[in-house]
């Protein structure tokens, strides 16, 4: 899976593509750790060119949620490819993850939440 | 001109017609005439006893905007009918600037009322032609006059009539109000300045409209001006000056710098966000970040389901942020709080919701709204806490599905190989989102266990266990479950085969795909086809000579499909398998084939599809006409 990373104001922005599964997860928890360790908290992945997602790579995404918010940092999902949104809802993960349907969306978010 | 008059004159009489259509034929016919007795008709025809002709009647006197339209509406105004005189004022006021000289000339009538509504229109034109007019009426004989004369002038906003307005404040005290609320209107550093004197007034009413009108000005400088009045005993006047700094912080968009006094205002400030005031609810929200305090956030608490989705969406995701220190005061407010409000805490909590604070809300689980329950469940999960479990394997017996649902996709996030019976009981629930809620806690789970469970469900009793297990299987997509995928393609149930295929197609990674080649022979038709797409999407389109076979297929659907499939593979060499459908009898099949050959970018058959374009079934002739253009810019 390829990880291009990008910063929008505080927010790292990163674009995963191909498939989400264990293998490929293991590289994207190490790009998260790292972020951490540089206190870069605010996260938003970007799933537009994910097109195949495993319950091995949803636990990716769940661990990552869980070490960020132990960070006390924020997550956030967005493009969803809709067999991706359909392992989401079936999973019910949806109520546990904010997800966008764009990235701007995501990224106007963290805008509005820090103006107020 | 005679014959314009001749013309005129029968339409005047039309308008007396008893026929609605003919009276409105003769409106509009005046309405394309330029000369004053037209003019008349239509003013005339502004008495008409339907209201339709009246409109009418108006909408052109408003295109004209002629002096004379103006004249002859004022005489309205004196009319003891109060409709026809609103409908004068609203057409004069629409014809605008080209009213005014007209309605100048009328300041100066007999009748005070006219004086008064000429005022009250010259007020609303906004021209600042008429500013000077309308200043000299501030020393009108009728009080009713002069009033309206200084809120007209506020309307127009012209400095020019500062002067006067203070005139008219020092001369006569019952216009003050009207004046100060003027001076608001106007702004401008000469207009704020007289505001920032009456400041010292010892009458609380225009001590109270000067701070209002000063805040309106939005002028920043202002504020120093204003905050000595937030401590004053008089509660109204200190919220007057609050609700005109809110003013003036929102005009400057909230870069004013003053240390505010805002936990005196915390009911004040509060009671607007209830209100729906949109200001108050801005400059509050806008100050959450720093303004801390339990009061403030038991009254935030109190008034989230007044504000708007977006509001409440950056609260929520604000007072997550905050994190547990919302905590005591959500808790204190959860057991009364209504049931959206209950909602809207546990998605505040569910945010950062640990093990401590899910045991908190555990006595909350049987709470009487099921959507409550439900919310509860989630959290319960999101803390992430294993000793959650037991709680939330309870609350998958509640009475309502959807409680069980959610307890169950919970239980997923948070269960391990342990609970795996415990799930599996649950793929046998009375309703679906149930079971599909317990299939999905399986799907995370995941584990080779998991899969032999599901592979052995593959051959259930019940075809429901069946169709759970294929759909599953392809959810879990590892390589662990092509192996008891490939096996179903084999199973007697078609939607199960079809299922298994479906999900291969997903997981792409499949290395022996003989059994799926033998789909393709498949009995029924929809497995057919989902194995041609699962061939495709395994193989690449290397595969299509393998399974050309299909193009010959009984079922037309699957002829269909394949030439679709050829298509998208835009591989022009493939245009010879698909090109003779263009030739044959079923239109459906051929135009699949034009759109198929136009995506390959076949322009050797360009020919043949131009001929199409005049077939006689309209669809075949614009797939040609759109293939053509498509091979035409390829």
């Known amino acids: 899976m390829e990880i291009t990373k990008k910063t929008e104001n505080l927010v790292t922005v990163l674009c995963l593509k191909g498939r989400l599964d264990l293998a490929s997860g293991a590289g994207l928890k190490d790009e998260i750790k790292a972020l951490m360790d540089k206190e870069q908290n605010l996260i938003h992945l970007n799933l537009a060119d994910v097109d195949f997602i495993n319950s091995s790579g949803l636990g990716v995404l769940v661990s990552i949620m869980k070490e960020i918010r132990m960070h006390k940092g924020r997550l956030t999902l967005s493009d969803l490819a809709s067999y991706v949104q359909e392992i989401f809802e079936i999973t019910q993960l949806s109520h546990i993850f904010e997800i966008f349907t764009s990235e701007s969306e995501a990224l106007t978010s963290y805008q509005s939440v820090s103006a107020n | ?634």
């Open chain 2, 1 to 634: 001109m005679s014959n314009e008059i001749e013309k005129i004159g029968a339409l005047l009489e039309k308008l007396q017609s008893p026929d609605f259509y003919n009276r409105e034929e003769a409106v509009n016919a005046l309405g394309s005439c330029e000369v004053d007795e037209a003019v008349a008709g239509l003013v005339m025809a502004l008495e008409d006893d339907d209201l339709g002709i009246r409109e009418l009647a108006a909408e052109h006197l408003v295109k004209i905007k002629g002096d004379v339209a103006s004249q002859l509406l004022i005489k309205f105004l004196g009319s003891e009918d109060i409709g026809s005189r609103n409908l004068a004022s609203e057409i004069l006021v629409k014809i605008g600037d080209g009213a005014v000289t007209a309605l100048v000339n009328e300041l100066e009538n007999d009748d005070h009322d006219i004086r008064k509504f000429v005022v009250d229109i010259l007020g609303l034109i906004k021209s600042e032609n008429s500013a000077e007019a309308v200043s000299g009426k501030l020393n009108d004989s009728n009080i009713n006059v002069v009033c309206s004369a200084a809120e007209a002038l506020g309307e127009i906003g012209s400095e020019k009539s500062i002067d006067s307005l203070i005139d008219g404040y020092k001369k006569n005290e019952d216009i003050r109000l009207q004046v100060v609320e003027a001076l608001g209107k106007i702004g401008g550093d000469k207009a704020l300045n007289y505001l920032y004197e009456y400041l010292n007034s010892d009458d609380p009413m225009i001590l109270f409209s000067v701070i209002d009108a000063i805040g309106i000005t939005g002028n920043k400088k202002s504020v120093n001006h204003l905050v000595k009045f937030l401590d004053s005993d008089d509660t109204s006047i200190a919220e007057a000056a609050m609700s005109a700094i809110v003013n003036i912080s929102i005009e400057n968009k909230g870069t004013i710098e003053h240390d505010l006094p805002l936990d005196k205002f915390s009911s004040f400030l509060f009671d607007g966000i209830k209100n729906k005031n949109k200001k108050l609810t801005e400059f509050t929200l806008a100050r959450l970040k720093h303004w801390y305090g339990q009061d403030v956030m038991n009254s935030l608490l109190e008034v989230l389901h007044f504000v708007d989705e977006e509001d409440l969406k950056s609260i929520v995701k604000m007072l997550g942020e905050i994190g547990p220190s919302a905590s005591p005061a959500i808790l204190k407010q959860f057991p009364n709080a209504t049931s959206e409000l209950k909602i809207i805490y546990l998605n505040i909590m569910k945010q950062y919701v640990d093990g401590d604070l899910a045991s908190q809300l555990l006595r909350y689980n049987t709470d009487a709204d099921p959507e409550v329950r439900r919310n509860i469940a989630f959290v319960l999960g999101a803390s992430g806490d294993v000793s959650m479990i037991d709680h939330l394997k309870v609350m998958t017996q509640d009475k309502i599905g959807n409680v069980r649902s959610a307890s169950y996709a919970a239980l997923g996030w948070l269960c391990s190989e342990n609970d795996l019976n415990f799930l599996f009981d649950g793929l046998d629930d009375r309703y679906p989102d149930v079971r599909d809620a317990a299939m999905g806690a399986l799907v995370l789970l995941g584990s080779q266990q998991v899969v032999s469970r599901f592979f052995e469900d593959l051959s259930h009793d019940d075809t429901e266990r069946q169709r759970l297990a294929a759909t599953a299987l392809g959810l879990i997509g590892d390589s662990s479950v092509v192996e008891p995928l490939l096996q179903a393609l084999n199973h007697p149930e078609s939607s199960i085969r079809k299922s298994a295929i479906d999900s291969l197609a997903k997981i792409r990674e499949v290395d022996n795909v003989e059994p799926l080649m033998l789909s393709l022979n498949d009995e029924t038709s929809g497995v057919r086809k989902s194995a041609c797409t699962a061939l495709v999407m395994i193989k690449g389109h290397t595969v299509i000579p393998e399974i050309k076979f299909l193009l010959d297929d009984a079922d037309i659907w699957v002829r269909y499909h394949m030439i679709n499939i050829i298509g998208v593979s835009e591989q022009a060499i493939y245009g010879e398998l698909v090109k003779p459908f263009i030739d044959g009898n079923e239109d459906i099949l051929k135009i699949a084939a034009i759109k198929a050959l136009a995506k390959l970018g076949c322009k050797d058959f360009m020919k043949d599809i131009s001929a199409l374009q005049d077939d006689n079934n309209q669809d075949i002739v614009d797939a040609a006409k759109g293939a053509i253009t498509e091979l035409q810019e390829a």
